[in-house]
């Protein structure tokens, strides 16, 4: 792999990590195919490519990770020209806020069926592309909120908690084939997830939910952390290109202070105590 170009696939490559990562990776010299489910979002990872340099690199598929023909297409046009993939990134998600009971069956299987059955389908066709050559690397994009339950957030926090089972599991199948299975878990950053991109559940904000109060208020402090994060995410993009490029990475990849701060409180704080702070902040919203 060391005198040939790394053959990378991403998937949800029209705005946030995938954007960002495609870029640097194909700046650092790799042949990178940049999927999102809709080709016309194009324009801003075209127009960054340019100004970096690097629009030769880059080449552009559709891709939704929740239509299994869809990449069954892409992998076999990407094997077809190239010969294997090296580096598969697992990026494209998304979450839907809201309580347990606002959300609908439907609202689940959506927020599954891209974060965690997405995942799956991606990596069955890459793998079996991967094994056979004895080589290879996915990336999982995680998140901090696989290391604890937060409120209106079940939906994410349960699709990203499936996802490190997952990954963890198939880390142990595929080392015997060379295939390092790697887990990214990023704090919040400024992407598109929380603003355009943010979903909410069926049942969200309906004035005859009990949980209505809760859920405007959830949504008002949304809003003021989309206006203040102002962490970089070019910041999750250059630890996604070191993981692409260093030796023997390491399983789990915190990135981010608050992550790491997270991390350490669910190892050293009973989960009690958690609960109760939670308690005590949803307790404050309400009284306002
Ligand atoms: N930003 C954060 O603070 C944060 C923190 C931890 C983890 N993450 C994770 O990081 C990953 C990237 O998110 P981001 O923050 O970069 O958000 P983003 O800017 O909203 O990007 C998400 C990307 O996923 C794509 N996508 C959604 N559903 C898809 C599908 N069915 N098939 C293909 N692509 C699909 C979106 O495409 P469309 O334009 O077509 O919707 C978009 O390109 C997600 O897995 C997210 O859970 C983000």
């Given at each position: 792999m060391a005198n040939r170009p790394r053959v990378v696939l991403i998937t949800g490559?029209?705005?946030?990590f995938g954007m960002l990562a495609a870029l640097r990776l194909a700046s650092a010299g790799c042949c990178v195919y940049a999927t999102m489910r809709d080709p016309l979002k194009r324009v801003a990872l075209d127009e960054e490519a340019r100004r970096r340099g690097c629009s030769s690199n880059v080449r552009v598929c559709a891709l939704d990770v929740a239509d299994p023909s869809s990449v069954r297409i892409v992998v076999d046009e990407i094997v077809a020209r190239e010969g294997r993939i090296d580096v598969l990134i697992n990026n494209a998600g998304f979450g839907i806020g809201g309580f347990f009971e606002d959300l609908s069956d439907e609202d689940w299987r959506w927020q599954f069926d891209t974060n965690f059955f997405g995942v799956l389908n991606v990596t069955r066709a890459v793998a079996a592309r991967m094994r056979p050559l004895r080589s290879g690397r996915i990336i999982n994009i995680s998140?901090?909120?696989?290391?604890s339950g937060l409120p209106a957030l079940s939906a994410y926090v349960s699709s990203k908690w499936a996802l490190e089972g997952f990954s963890e599991c198939l880390h142990l199948e595929l080392k015997q084939f060379n295939i390092d299975v790697i887990l990214v878990e990023p704090a919040s950053?400024?992407?598109?997830i929380f603003d355009d991109n943010a979903r909410y559940a069926?049942?969200?904000?309906?004035?005859?939910?009990?949980?209505y109060d809760l859920s405007v208020r959830l949504k008002e402090l949304n809003d003021i952390h989309v206006r203040m994060n102002n962490r970089d995410p070019e910041e999750v993009a250059k630890k996604i290109e070191a993981l692409v490029f260093c030796r023997n990475p390491r399983f789990r990849n915190i990135i981010g202070v608050v992550a790491k701060l997270r991390a350490w409180t669910v190892r050293h704080v009973p989960f009690e105590l958690y609960a109760w702070t939670v308690q005590k902040a949803l307790n404050g919203m309400t009284r306002k």
């Open positions: 490559c029209s705005s946030g998140s901090m909120s696989a290391y950053y400024r992407t598109r069926r049942g969200f904000l309906n004035p005859d939910s009990p949980y």
